[in-house]
């Protein structure tokens, strides 16, 4: 599973630092270092008022670094197999 992040200018304003700090600590917590690849990049074309960009795979999802564990949870743990 590949997960990217925007780290571009509007959405490191929205936090896109916290939401790729908790999640590289949720992958290591769960054991899934091997399984996804995590990557940062720059604008995605995406900027949006509602949070930071995360594509995970070829789906691309809002998140907010207070929202950043039930993201994990919902589109990453529960996709892993
Ligand atoms: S800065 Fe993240 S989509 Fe533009």
New binding site residues.
Partial sequence: MKITI???????LKG?KRVVNRLQELVAENGLSDKAEMNGA???????EDG??VMVDDKIFSVLPENVDEFFKDEILSKMN
């Fill in positions: 925007c780290i571009g200018s509007a959405c490191h896109s720059f604008c995605m074309k995406k900027c949006g930071v960009r």
